[in-house]
């Protein structure tokens, strides 16, 4: 019986430091792998009309806002165009707005109107012939129809105005197709294309990047991520090109913006977090490119 008590002493007084020694181990986090910063927006920037490259206001390295022009594709017959339909829709609004004729009916139904009743008294008086007064009653009736071609004829001017506005539209629109605009607000990475090449509607001209906000992306194991998910808090770390830490950085706070579905053949999960660029000296301080880490609390 003693000897049986003291084993399972002896086993307990094993089992403690095992116990504790397991108890004293963090507990373990999941880890993001292969973080690197990456672009959210980069694009070539294409032609929408066909012509001869004329003008090309950017260089490589130049930081431009958006609706920026950056080149003119050659506009000349846009902007004689454009000039035509001005002129034209400047007649038609004219034409629309016209009530001379309109009065002009308005009056000669009134006169005739007074006519007619003359007559008709003259007529009471037998002074004129009956097919006078009938005459009378008829051109009566007649300016009143003039009165409705007026106001017809005014009805359609006003629609031939409203189609002139929009052929004057067309033809701004026109013009402006010639012109490449920055879409947002971006890095010149790369000219594309030289000044008086012929180009056609998607040739790229320029190569524009979003540097104001990047995105870092790494891989987490598909069995540590079951528990995150889209908006978990995050610490972002960017390393300097050369390095492998980046102790002595401030940690970047964030969110997973976003989590695949997908698992790939190393059954990891692709993620990723925005971050905000800031410049230093005019210079970006995070560049595509770069590595880093992401760490969830």
């Known amino acids: ?20 020694q397991q108890a004293a181990v963090p507990k373990q986090t999941p880890v993001v ?13 294409p032609a929408r009309a066909e012509g001869s490259l004329t003008e090309m206001r950017v260089d490589e390295g130049v930081t431009v806002a958006k609706d920026y022009v950056l080149a003119v594709i050659d506009d000349t017959a846009a902007k004689i165009n454009l000039a035509l339909k001005q002129a034209e829709e400047k007649e038609a609004v004219l034409n629309a707005t016209n009530e001379v004729n309109l009065n002009d009916a308005k009056n000669s139904e009134q006169l005739a109107k007074a006519e007619a009743e003359a007559y008709e008294e003259l007529r ?13 009653k008829l051109e009566a009736d007649r300016a009143l129809l003039r009165i409705d071609l007026a106001e017809m004829n005014k009805s359609i001017a006003e629609v031939q105005a409203f189609g002139k506005r929009q052929e004057l539209a ?25 000044l008086g090449e012929w180009v056609q509607p998607g040739t790229p001209i320029l ?17 540590e991520s079951r528990r995150i998910v889209k908006g978990t808090k995050v610490e972002v770390k960017v390393f300097d090109i ?4 980046s102790s002595e950085q401030k940690p970047i706070k964030g969110i997973l913006g976003y989590v695949s579905m997908e698992i790939d053949l190393n059954g990891r ?22 590595m880093a880490e992401i760490k969830i609390p």
């Open 242 to 245: 050369g390095t492998s830490s």
């Open 33 to 45: 792998e292969n973080c690197v910063v990456q672009y959210i927006n980069k694009v070539d920037v």
């Open 269 to 290: 999960h692709r993620v990723w977090v925005e971050i905000d660029n800031v410049k230093d000296d005019g210079v970006w301080r995070y560049k595509p490119g770069m």
């Open 124 to 136: 009471r008086e037998r002074a004129i012939p009956y097919w006078e007064l009938e005459k009378k």
């Open 170 to 194: 067309l033809a701004e629109y026109e013009l402006k197709r010639r012109q490449i605009v920055a879409p947002w607000d971006g890095f010149i990475e790369s000219r594309r294309a030289q």
């Open 1 to 20: 019986m003693r000897f049986t008590l003291s084993v399972l002493y002896l086993a307990i007084a094993a089992a403690i430091p095992a116990f504790a």
């Open 207 to 223: 190569t524009l990047i979003q540097m104001d906000k990047l995105r870092v992306e790494g891989d987490i194991d598909a069995l």
